[in-house]
């Protein structure tokens, strides 16, 4: 409950800005340094992003058919390391589908099978393991948004 009180008062969840892409994109790279194309902030991408004091501190990276009758697919989430077990990532989470989640449209993202703490905060905020990946390295998940 104490980091639901940190939250209100000291984190706030917005939109990256264009011109914040070079230092959002050092972000990531700092929490994903082995980073793939999937990291890669693409043209039509959106990116929300978890600032206090200055600070940028974790970020939800997706793309689909934003303001269309379309889906939306979660390409990553991540929290720099003092934050994690805080909340950030299941707020970063619930921005999106507050913000751009339509009813009836769901939600999806991919997660690797060892990535135990990842594959906990997505059951945790409604994802469902809909398939796995031919090799059995990767789940796939989906949820629906609320609003």
């Known amino acids: 409950m104490g980091h639901i009180q940190y939250w209100e ?4 969840i917005r939109p990256m800005r264009k011109d914040e892409l070079i ?3 050092k972000l990531i790279h700092s929490i994903f340094p082995e980073s793939n194309a999937e990291t890669r902030i693409e043209k039509d991408d959106k990116v929300l ?3 206090t004091d200055g600070r940028f501190v974790g970020f939800i ?3 689909g058919h934003i303001g269309t009758s379309g889906s939306i697919s979660i390409k990553a989430v991540g929290v720099i390391t003092e934050f994690r077990s805080t909340g950030v990532g299941s707020a970063l989470i619930k921005a999106l589908s507050a ?3 339509k009813p009836g449209k769901p939600i999806y993202l991919k997660v690797s099978q060892g990535n135990e ?15 796995h990946s031919k090799s059995g390295e990767f789940f796939f998940l989906a ?4 609003n």
Do not use: C, Q, R
Not at 9 to 12: E, Q, S
Not at 117 to 131: P, Q, R, T, V
Not at 143 to 146: G, L, Y
């Open 9 to 12: 008062d000291k984190i706030k």
């Open 23 to 25: 230092e959002v994109t």
């Open 49 to 51: 992003i978890a600032v």
């Open 61 to 63: 990276h997706f793309s």
């Open 99 to 101: 913000k751009y989640g």
């Open 117 to 131: 703490s990842a594959l906990a905060l997505y059951e945790k905020e409604g994802f469902m393991i809909k398939k």
């Open 143 to 146: 949820k629906m948004p609320e």
